[in-house]
């Protein structure tokens, strides 16, 4: 199983930028599918971004397209998540989470759950107005 640690979380001024890491203890070429969410206190995890093995497609939600990027290196074995302000104002936590199953992706399958099989520990980030 390829394990996932989040790194880069802190706070952020309003309009400000953070960029988010994840290692992978794989190569990142074979997580099939690679997922971020968040998670504000009291509400569900949310799906924030994702993007496929070879870095050629990428899926953003709806509220962070144009601000948020996602990308990885697979030298280094890390995805990222880059964000822009206004990220969120309030505290989330951010996880990484890793596809491995090689099927197809239609629709908005990237953002489910049920999609994904290995998640981070999470790091926070607290975005202020």
């Known amino acids: 199983q390829v394990q996932l640690v989040e790194s880069g979380g802190g706070l952020v001024q309003a309009g400000g930028s953070l960029r988010l890491s994840c290692g992978a203890s794989?190569?990142?070429?074979?997580?099939?599918?690679a997922g971020w969410f968040r998670q504000a206190p009291g509400k569900e995890r949310e799906f924030v971004a994702a993007?496929?093995?070879?870095?050629?497609?990428?899926y953003y939600a709806d509220s962070v397209k144009g601000r948020f990027t996602s990308s990885s290196d697979n030298a280094k074995n890390t995805l990222y998540l880059q964000m822009r302000g206004p990220i969120y104002e309030g505290t989330a936590v951010y996880y990484c989470?890793?596809?491995?199953?090689?099927?197809?992706?239609?629709?908005?399958?990237?953002?489910?759950?049920?999609?994904?099989?290995?998640w981070g520990q999470g790091t926070q980030v607290t975005g202020h107005a």
């Open positions: 989470a890793a596809g491995m199953r090689e099927e197809p992706i239609t629709g908005t399958d990237y953002c489910a759950h049920d999609k994904y099989d290995q």
């Open positions: 993007i496929n093995w070879n870095g050629a497609s990428t």
């Open positions: 794989e190569r990142t070429f074979v997580i099939w599918l």
